[in-house]
């Protein structure tokens, strides 16, 4: 659950937030190597936390469905 928490507030903070927002548009419009590298870097760490909360909350349901059960 803590899992689930932490990802998800990672996703949300970094979807919506303006400084991580701004940091891509400047990295975007950079023509440098290393700026599009830390470009892909960002959008693909905010789509890992994405994919960790979707798992976690999926094995958290699984979890409380299973103790419903028993």
Do not use: D, P, Q, W
């Amino acid at each position: 659950m803590l899992v689930f928490f932490c990802s998800l507030y990672i996703y949300v903070f970094m979807e919506f937030s303006e400084r991580v927002n701004n940091t891509i548009i400047m990295l975007a419009k950079s023509s440098s190597s290393r700026a599009f590298g830390a470009y892909i870097a960002i959008n693909i760490a905010k789509y890992v936390a994405f994919l960790f909360c979707i798992i976690s909350l999926i094995f958290l349901i699984k979890l409380i469905i299973v103790k419903k059960e028993n």
